[in-house]
């Protein structure tokens, strides 16, 4: 029975080798995605518009202190530091 199974089932077998392609795709996509939008990006994002002079120092401050707390929410505050 497992022979003709295989042998039945074989011409399905690229369409099985897609559908694990194309999960493993949106996995790589959604993470991609969630780096993008990390607080840990938008802190280092707001660094370098600091140093350029991009952004006033009350703005930077502001958005930060916003930054900080989401990480903290996020992570919660680490023993130590």
Known sequence: MGLLKAVVLSP???LSGLRWLAG???EEA????GARQS???ALADL??????????EEDAEALENQLVEELL???GPRPGI
């Open 47 to 56: 660094a370098a518009q600091r140093a350029n002079g991009e952004i006033s």
């Open 73 to 75: 929410s996020r992570y």
């Open 12 to 14: 399905l077998a690229p």
């Open 39 to 41: 607080p840990e990006r």
């Open 30 to 33: 959604e993470r991609e995605r």
């Open 24 to 26: 493993v795709l949106a």
